[in-house]
């Protein structure tokens, strides 16, 4: 299923992202002046992957919320002319926001919305060395804020 990009917002947009936790706000207010030289245009709460079967009796609104939770999300994806980033915000980002980019990763390409590269990204508040190492042997650059 192909990502659910949602609005594009031009990358110095200044107002509260849809859909974010309150922990990965503070790493967005942290890196939002970088993200705007880096991007084009950014979309926030992405969704990737299949949802789960939802039973066909229930209504049609609460079939297609259950569709649209069950599916996973991508905290920000950002487009620069002919590349795509997603990105992972995350305080103190241990090996579950590595597992989370790499699976974004590999949704998105399961069924892509064209055929431009994409890059990884992790945007966090913490150093951790092991962090630092795992992030370089899969290319994700790994951002401290």
């Not at 991508?74 to 590349?83: L, M, P, Q, R």
């Not at 590999?106 to 890059?119: F, G, N, T």
């Not at 951790?128 to 042997?137: G, R």
């Amino acid at each position: 299923m192909k990502p659910e990009l949602s609005i594009p917002f031009p990358s110095d947009w200044q107002g509260i992202p849809p859909g974010m936790p309150s922990g990965d706000y503070m790493i967005w207010l942290r890196w939002q002046e970088k993200a705007a030289v880096l991007f084009d245009r950014i979309y926030f709460n992405v969704r990737v992957g299949e949802p789960v079967p939802v039973a066909e009796d229930l209504p049609s609104e609460i079939k297609e919320m259950a569709v649209a939770l069950s599916r996973r999300r991508i905290d920000v994806v950002g487009e620069k002319g002919s590349d795509w980033a997603l990105v992972e915000l995350k305080q103190d980002a241990g090996a579950e926001a590595l597992g989370q980019i790499l699976m974004y990763k590999a949704l998105w390409l399961s069924d892509p919305p064209d055929s431009r590269p994409v890059s990884l990204i992790i945007v966090t508040n913490s150093i951790n060395k092991d962090m630092n190492i795992a992030c370089k042997h899969y290319n994700v650059e790994y951002i401290i804020v």
